[in-house]
């Protein structure tokens, strides 16, 4: 199994720059995460799907922040327009949703940028 | 329980030596905790796992503890290895239909040779 993808795996951009981040989840996984991890905040949920459907986005920080999950296989995070407070590493995971096991599996990360 | 903050805990111990990380948590309706391993660039790798009808749970080399009396839990790690080093995190699941997890600040265990 490949485990989660992400990419691409660094991002450098520029302030009010469209930045889309990209993942692949664990095939058969039914839940997919996007969180944001900073040394002042740690590791935040933004937005978890499952079955491709938003269950919370309670997290999203504001409307610059969209997520999308057009089928099983894909999900999309999408920041219009950047800011510099923007820059963290940014992990998807996902998780099997059978009632045995909550364990999420996370992918390498996107190292993100905004000058 | 745990908050978010600046100040990374941190573990420092000798190669060979025994590691114990703990972790309080806040939700006394948390029914499963999971401990993940994060090293440098990369993203957290599941180590353990354990539910609330539960008090112990060993893996290779690792044993979680859950006391819910007082919302605590703890990682040991058995003859701690150069390649243990990393920030550790608990996680735990505020149970009902959702399987949102919430993640404490993490530990830095720092394993001198």
């Known amino acids: 199994d490949a485990g989660v993808i992400q990419s691409p795996r660094h991002e450098v951009t520029e302030m009010g720059q469209e930045v889309t981040l990209r993942c692949k989840p664990i095939?058969?996984?039914?839940?997919l995460f996007w969180y944001r991890q900073t040394m002042m905040r740690g590791l935040e949920l933004l937005i978890y799907?499952?079955?491709?459907?938003?269950?919370?986005d309670s997290g999203m920080p504001e409307d610059r922040f969209s997520a999308k999950m057009p089928n099983a296989s894909f999900s999309t995070l999408k920041i219009q327009p950047s800011e510099p407070r923007d820059s963290a590493v940014y992990f998807c995971?996902?998780?099997?949703?059978?009632?045995?096991?909550?364990?999420?599996?996370f992918g390498p990360g996107t190292r993100l940028t905004v000058l | 329980g745990e908050s978010v903050g600046l100040h990374l805990p941190t573990l420092s111990v000798q190669e060979g030596d025994n590691s114990i990380i703990n972790c309080a948590y806040s939700n006394s309706a948390s029914d499963y905790f999971i401990w993940y391993k994060q090293e440098s660039g990369k993203g957290p790798q599941f180590i353990i796992d354990i539910r609330s009808n539960m008090d112990k749970r060993q893996g290779q080399r690792v044993t979680v503890l859950l006391n819910k009396t007082v919302k605590h839990l703890s990682l040991q790690i058995a003859a701690t290895q150069p390649g243990d080093s990393a920030v550790y995190f608990c996680a735990e699941n505020y149970g009902g239909a959702t399987n949102k997890l919430i993640f404490g600040t993490g530990t830095l265990l720092a394993v001198q040779p």
């Open positions: 995971a996902s998780n099997p949703d059978r009632a045995s096991t909550d364990t999420q599996y």
């Open positions: 095939s058969g996984h039914n839940s």
């Open positions: 799907f499952n079955n491709n459907v938003p269950i919370d």
